[in-house]
């Protein structure tokens, strides 16, 4: 399968809106089907290889040369800090990283005052940089499941976790108090296969950008 370019695509929407954008470059695979529970799908013709992974190890895939070419989120990229190179953002699947806390504490609650807090969260490695950085003391709680539950059971005050449109939170009495980061789907590339299948990996990236240039003048 060496003579394959090989994308690793996380479940779910985000791998349909890239076969979607690849589509208009040329990259197919006719064989794909989003309701299939295959994992691999493969277009021989072109010599295109698809795998469908968790979104969190997509940069494990990309970075072992198991996948020349990924795509996923910045939150996942920022949190891991894997090896790799990263060409593109592709402009889809917005949302940001944020701090929230509940309604009522944030009444009296000035975030300058901060030194030592509990915060619950997904993103341990992003959360400890950030308050590192404003010299707060955080002692992480990691958890894997819905993270606006912690507050409301006692778990943890505070939050760091994605938000889109704020719903989730408001629904749960919580609201937002800082944000970490502003997220969206980026195009990731192993560092060896830019070399070794430069040609090929070259006119992804170039037809991507102008996939993403093109739609960006449009929506604008």
């Known amino acids: 399968m060496s003579d394959y370019i090989t994308f690793a695509l996380p479940k779910g929407r ?3 809106d890239t076969m979607e954008m690849l589509a208009k470059i040329g990259v197919t695979c006719p064989e794909f089907n989003e309701e299939s529970r295959k994992l691999v799908f493969e277009n021989s013709v072109d010599k295109y290889r698809f795998i469908a992974v968790r979104a969190t190890d997509v940069p494990t895939y ?16 920022l949190e891991q800090g894997k090896d790799l190179y990263e060409p593109l953002d592709l402009k889809f699947g917005y949302c940001r990283l944020v701090v929230a806390e509940p309604a009522e504490l944030r009444k009296g609650d000035d975030p300058a005052n901060w030194s030592n807090i509990r915060v ?8 400890e940089r950030y308050f590192a950085a404003k010299g707060v003391q955080v002692e992480l709680i990691k958890l894997y499941g819905s993270i606006e ?8 005050e505070r939050i760091v976790d994605l938000v889109s ?4 939170l408001r629904e749960n009495g919580m609201v937002e ?6 997220i969206t789907t980026r195009l990731i590339v192993n560092r060896a296969s830019l070399k070794t299948k430069h040609r090929r990996v070259l006119g992804i990236i170039e037809g991507l950008e102008r996939v993403v240039g093109n739609e960006t003048r449009i929506s604008v």
């Open 177 to 182: 108090v800082e944000t970490i980061a502003e």
């Open 149 to 156: 539950l912690a507050p409301l059971v006692g778990l943890a």
């Open 165 to 168: 449109t704020g719903v989730t």
């Open 62 to 77: 990309v970075e072992y040369g198991c996948a020349d070419v990924g795509v996923v989120g910045k939150d996942t990229l």
């Open 120 to 127: 619950a969260t997904k993103y341990p490695h992003i959360t």
């Open 14 to 16: 985000i791998m349909r």
